[in-house]
């Protein structure tokens, strides 16, 4: 039988995660992980420690309270958000996943601002939706009329990711406020990298019925391993999102984990005030090195362009790994020719990172 027949057109359509080049199979202990925006800037002991508690007090016999029932509690109390407008999902993957299984119909337009997260785009075509790209200005800034003149007639969903990865700016507060205002359809705000930006649109939720804002523990939190993300909105969507999730798609250790983690907020506070510095410090530097240039940021990483003749992102990216310093190569997307992203680390491993580069900008 051919197993192509059997597929869905949309899945055929698809390219596949190519998941050796973002996990390389050798990742010994030298290596500088500097690719995937994680944060490293957390000691592991610090959240072994936590993991631990929250294992202690976990029955792992027992299914765990459905759709994430002790972590809806603890991040509603903790935000001041009502349960009914929380909803938690194996990382914002899976949120952003439920949220097109809820409301993309055959042809729904789906409106991407690019340069952005690729997984918009993705979830977009595995569900059948019509991708309607809109470009940012090319400081990066958010073009509100070109976004408004395709929210036509037919209800539609836009992504808007503040601060935009990956070019780490978050747009103008009044911006994002007009596109939720006045688009015709659900708007989603994913804020992954939120905590290390200048403002948040939760507080907006009560005000715009349309909205609904994306948060996850893999950033600010240093959980990513963990997969735990939510989305926060008005009662109507979340109602809906639980309808088309199966109950327990949250396990019982990630869901005590985030409530520990909460607890702890004046911790993981200190460590997001570190990365802030040490980005403002690496981006001084970056912009000190001949043959760069970066860009401003309101995330944990930092996007520069290679502007030295004749030296490709690729390239500089394929000779940091040499040096075991990962990066992500970027200068494929519109708007950001021989342009890469690197993660804020810790100071020890922006210093790595930077040696490197000079390195490689010198040879
Ligand atoms: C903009 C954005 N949204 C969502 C995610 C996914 O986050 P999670 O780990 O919660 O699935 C990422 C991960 O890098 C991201 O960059």
Redo the contacts with the bound molecule.
């Keep these: 039988m051919k197993i192509e027949k059997l597929v869905r057109k949309e899945i055929y359509e698809l390219p596949s995660y190519d998941a050796e080049s973002v996990f390389p199979k050798k990742l010994d202990e030298k290596i500088i992980k500097l690719d995937?925006?994680e944060n490293l800037a957390i000691p592991s002991d610090i959240l072994k420690e936590l993991l631990l508690n929250a294992c202690q007090e976990a029955d792992v016999r027992r299914y765990p309270p459905p759709h994430g029932a002790v972590a809806v509690q603890a991040i509603s109390e903790f935000f001041g958000f009502d349960k009914s407008e929380v909803f938690v999902?194996?990382?914002?993957?899976?949120?952003?996943e439920l949220i097109m299984k809820t409301f993309l119909r055959e042809q729904t337009k789906v409106l991407v601002v690019e340069p952005?997260?690729p997984?918009y785009t993705y979830f977009t075509q595995l569900y059948g939706g019509e991708k309607v790209t809109v470009f940012l200005r090319p400081d990066f800034s958010l073009d509100v009329d070109a976004v408004l003149k395709e929210s036509g007639e037919k209800p539609s969903l836009l992504f808007v990711?503040s601060p935009?990865?990956p070019t780490g700016n978050q747009f103008e507060e009044n911006d994002v406020k007009k596109v939720v205002q006045e688009f015709n359809g659900l708007v989603v705000v994913?804020e992954?990298?939120v905590d290390f930006a200048r403002y948040s649109v939760t507080d907006w939720i009560g005000e715009f019925d349309n909205l609904v804002v994306?948060r996850?523990?893999?950033?600010a939190f240093g959980l990513?391993g963990v997969?735990?993300?939510f989305a926060v909105s008005n009662q109507s969507v979340i109602k809906y999102i639980e309808r088309v999730t199966p109950p327990f798609n949250v396990n019982i250790i990630a869901q005590r984990l985030v409530a520990l983690a909460l607890q702890n907020w004046n911790y993981f506070k200190q460590r997001i005030k570190y990365i802030v510095r040490e980005r403002e410090r690496l981006r001084n530097v970056l912009a000190e090195t001949d043959g760069v240039v970066p860009f401003p940021s309101d995330a944990n990483f930092i996007l520069f362009r290679i502007t030295r003749e004749g030296l490709s992102s690729s390239t500089v990216r394929d000779k940091l790994r040499n040096r075991n310093v990962l990066v992500k190569d970027k200068g494929y997307a519109p708007l950001l020719e021989n342009c890469i992203r690197v993660t804020v680390g810790t100071r020890e491993m922006n210093d790595a990172f930077v040696s490197a580069l000079k390195e490689v900008l010198e040879e």
């Design positions: 995937l925006n999902g194996n990382g914002s993957d899976q949120m952003l952005t997260f997984l990711c935009n990865n994913d992954a990298y994306l996850t523990f893999s950033k990513a997969r735990l993300g």
